[in-house]
């Protein structure tokens, strides 16, 4: 078989699995509105690691009534004025609903710790704050996962470049992302303190490698699948 052939039935391979898992994630969402259960999905990751792309395909086949996706950016001058957990308590899913926040609350604990948004003692603290948050949320019923989609500096290099040369996406690439990959070094070290303080049984993190999209949107969404049904089980 050419490597053309390869290429072709691998990617005939990867549309007819992403449509099987599109399909079970709908039937999840039904699933969820009977017996009224929200589902919060939490997911994050470095520049051009595929997040966004990646929520784009899992929602493909869902009801637009049944699910919320949460760009989330920097907050306004009204948030600035309250507590950070604020904003995110008014996005949560109504029960039998999906909210995916693409970014999150855990902005505290990385790119504010980064940039200097917040002191040492308000990162620090952040982490009983978001457990505390998450606890809660899980003790009312919502099932609640935390995705991080983890990209090579060398991939993540390519897919600057990558964009930098289309027309059609070169908007998606900023200073503030060339900033950002500057200080690679300090982010994963916000990132291991952030998986090692913030993971649970209830609320966990899966890393995710986003070095290949469509394998990465693969696992994400049979992560997703898997712990649904054990929190629906229960």
């Known amino acids: 078989m050419t490597e053309e052939k390869i290429m072709e039935a691998e990617s005939i391979g990867y549309k007819k699995r992403m449509r099987e898992l599109q399909d079970m994630l709908a039937d999840t969402a039904d699933q969820l509105k009977e017996c009224g259960r929200g589902m919060i999905l939490v997911f994050e990751g470095p520049d051009a690691s595929g997040k966004t ?84 949320l899980t003790d009312d019923g919502y099932i609640l996962l935390k995705l991080w989609f983890e990209v090579s500096v060398e991939e993540q290099l390519r897919r600057f470049q990558a964009r930098m040369n289309d027309p059609a996406k070169a908007h998606k690439i900023t200073d503030e992302d060339w900033r950002n990959r500057s200080k690679r070094t300090e982010y994963d070290l916000a990132r291991d303190d952030m998986l090692r303080q913030t993971n649970g049984l209830s609320a966990p993190w899966v890393v995710i490698d986003g070095n290949c999209k469509k394998s990465a949107r693969i696992r994400a969404a049979e992560e997703i699948l898997a712990h649904a049904e054990i929190c629906l089980r229960t």
Not at 54 to 69: A, F, G, H, P, S
Not at 92 to 99: Q, T, V
């Open 53 to 136: 792309g990646c929520i784009r395909r899992l929602t493909k086949e869902l009801d637009m009534k049944q699910y919320t996706v949460h760009p989330i950016g920097k907050p306004s001058a009204e948030e600035y004025g309250r507590h950070y957990l604020h904003r995110f308590w008014t996005k949560l899913p109504a029960y039998g609903n999906i909210a995916v926040f693409d970014r999150s609350w855990y902005g505290r604990v990385l790119v504010e710790r980064i940039e200097g948004f917040c002191t040492e003692i308000q990162w620090q603290r952040a982490y009983r704050e978001i457990n505390e948050f998450e606890r809660q």
